[in-house]
């Protein structure tokens, strides 16, 4: 089966930002690589997507962000869930698999 570009639903960049910093602190490159890892390759996001919602996050107190050394030994911003992230991912994930169920009754409905 051919891989299509997948358009993206209003806020759902934020549950897959929050779903992929869910285990661990990663660097711009690396939730942007993590987005792609748990979406099999179906999904890449752009770095003029990322990162002003990466800023927005912050802003919220859903992510917070520390600079350190990366696995290459250069400076990169480190991003990590914070007690509010992790209750907004319980809450994202939860109204986008209500939303899944609500259109797959309307898609399979006669």
């Known amino acids: 089966m051919a891989?299509?570009?997948?358009e993206l639903l209003r806020g759902t960049l934020d549950l897959l930002i929050l779903k992929a910093?869910?285990?661990?602190?990663?660097?711009?490159?690396?939730?942007s690589r993590r987005v792609t890892?748990?979406?099999?390759?179906?999904?890449?996001?752009?770095?003029?997507?990322?990162f002003p919602c990466l800023h927005r996050m912050e802003e919220?107190?859903?992510?917070?962000a520390e600079?350190?050394?990366?696995?290459?030994?250069?400076?990169?911003?480190?991003?990590?869930?914070t007690r509010s992230g992790?209750?907004?991912l319980k809450a994202e994930a939860r109204?986008?698999?209500q939303l899944v169920k609500i259109m797959t009754a309307a898609?399979?409905?006669v």
Do not use: M
Request: aromatic share 10%; no cysteine; proline share 2%.
């Open 95 to 97: 109204d986008f698999l």
């Open 107 to 109: 898609v399979e409905s």
């Open 21 to 31: 910093l869910s285990l661990e602190p990663l660097h711009g490159v690396g939730v």
């Open 37 to 50: 890892q748990i979406t099999e390759g179906a999904i890449q996001v752009s770095f003029g997507s990322l």
């Open 3 to 6: 891989r299509t570009k997948t």
């Open 67 to 81: 600079w350190r050394a990366s696995e290459n030994n250069r400076k990169a911003k480190y991003y990590s869930l």
């Open 60 to 64: 919220k107190g859903w992510v917070k």
């Open 86 to 88: 992790r209750a907004q």
